[in-house]
């Protein structure tokens, strides 16, 4: 009976330290086919642009974490066309499981639509196979490097313990994506809770030198709402509390009001549009 097939990608590049640790993590489960992009495409979501030079070209490289190596693969690809690229033109069978990351930088809040590493995770989902993303809180100064101070072994510990779950039993319906958490001062001991996703604009663009003209460069300062949170129940509570985060993501994002609600809204009785002038 063949192992099964782990796909590993991430967003912050195929030379990422937190990429060759997850495979690290994950070799003992299965055979790995690793592709990622091959630059940094943090912040791509799951854009499948082709522009700007990610022309799907694909390189073989070695992604190496200590005295581990394995074969990978350089997309000049987004991260969610990464993902595409492994399935289609790499993988000899059948994919078991997708794991994004271990990303530098937390993924909390209504950043999820935002994140490249939830982006190639969510396109494994639509593909039909479970998928983690994965992510290390770590300080500002660390989300677009790859600082190779930081210890991703506790990170690495939780990669194993849920990809091995994902692996061995089904999710429930309903649940496409595990969006995994960890917070900086983790340990192997550090508990875990399943969690909402908060409401929270994590990860806040400010305008700078909004006086200048029009045409004029208008640059953005991210403020980080570290330590803040809605809902006691969310990713960003927990991680506040220096617990792992599990939140279970759907690819259904519909609301969830009664659509008969949304329906009354714009019935004829209540709605308060008026004829269009002929023209």
């Given at each position: 009976?063949?192992?099964p097939?782990?796909?590993?990608?991430?967003?912050?590049?195929?030379?990422?330290?937190?990429?060759?640790?997850a495979?690290?993590?994950?070799?003992?489960?299965?055979?790995?086919?690793?592709?990622?992009?091959?630059?940094?495409?943090?912040?791509?979501?799951?854009?499948?642009?082709?522009?700007?030079?990610?022309?799907?070209?694909?390189?073989?490289?070695?992604?190496?974490?200590?005295?581990?190596s394995?074969e990978?693969?350089?997309?000049?690809?987004?991260?969610?066309l990464?993902?595409?690229?492994?399935?289609q033109?790499?993988?000899?069978?059948?994919?078991?499981?997708?794991?994004s990351?271990?990303n530098?930088?937390e993924?909390?809040?209504?950043?999820?639509?935002?994140s490249?590493?939830?982006?190639?995770?969510?396109?494994?989902?639509?593909?039909?196979?479970?998928?983690?993303?994965i992510?290390?809180?770590?300080?500002?100064s660390?989300?677009?490097?790859?600082?190779?101070?930081i210890?991703f072994?506790?990170?690495?510990?939780?990669?194993?313990?849920?990809?091995?779950?994902s692996?061995s039993?089904?999710?429930p319906?309903?649940?496409?994506v595990?969006?995994?958490e960890?917070p900086?001062?983790?340990?192997?001991?550090?508990?875990?809770?399943?969690?909402?996703?908060?409401?929270?604009?994590?990860?806040?663009?400010?305008?700078?030198?909004?006086?200048?003209?029009?045409?004029?460069a208008?640059?953005?300062?991210?403020?980080?709402a570290?330590?803040?949170?809605?809902?006691?129940?969310?990713?960003?509570?927990?991680?506040?509390?220096?617990?792992v985060?599990?939140t279970?993501?759907?690819?259904?994002?519909?609301s969830?009001?009664?659509?008969n609600?949304?329906?009354t809204?714009?019935?004829?009785?209540?709605?308060r549009?008026?004829p269009?002038?002929?023209?």
């Amino acid at each position: 009976m063949s192992l099964p097939l782990i796909l590993v990608t991430n967003d912050d590049g195929i030379e990422s330290p937190g990429l060759a640790a997850a495979a690290a993590a994950l070799s003992p489960l299965g055979e790995l086919l690793i592709i990622a992009p091959a630059t940094q495409q943090t912040s791509m979501g799951r854009s499948r642009s082709e522009q700007s030079g990610r022309d799907g070209r694909i390189f073989k490289t070695t992604v190496s974490f200590g005295s581990q190596s394995w074969e990978g693969f350089a997309a000049n690809a987004t991260p969610a066309l990464a993902v595409e690229l492994g399935l289609q033109a790499l993988a000899p069978r059948p994919v078991s499981l997708v794991v994004s990351g271990i990303n530098y930088g937390e993924n909390v809040g209504t950043c999820v639509t935002v994140s490249g590493t939830i982006g190639a995770a969510l396109e494994g989902a639509e593909r039909g196979i479970r998928s983690l993303a994965i992510s290390l809180e770590t300080d500002e100064s660390h989300y677009y490097e790859h600082d190779r101070t930081i210890d991703f072994r506790p990170a690495m510990h939780f990669v194993h313990f849920f990809a091995a779950g994902s692996l061995s039993q089904a999710w429930p319906p309903d649940v496409d994506v595990l969006k995994i958490e960890i917070p900086a001062a983790a340990t192997t001991d550090t508990g875990w809770r399943v969690t909402r996703q908060d409401r929270l604009s994590y990860y806040r663009p400010v305008l700078l030198n909004r006086e200048a003209g029009v045409e004029q460069a208008k640059p953005f300062l991210y403020r980080v709402a570290k330590g803040q949170f809605s809902h006691e129940d969310s990713d960003a509570f927990a991680l506040a509390q220096g617990l792992v985060s599990v939140t279970p993501l759907s690819l259904d994002l519909t609301s969830r009001v009664a659509l008969n609600e949304v329906q009354t809204l714009f019935s004829p009785a209540a709605s308060r549009a008026r004829p269009l002038p002929e023209s």
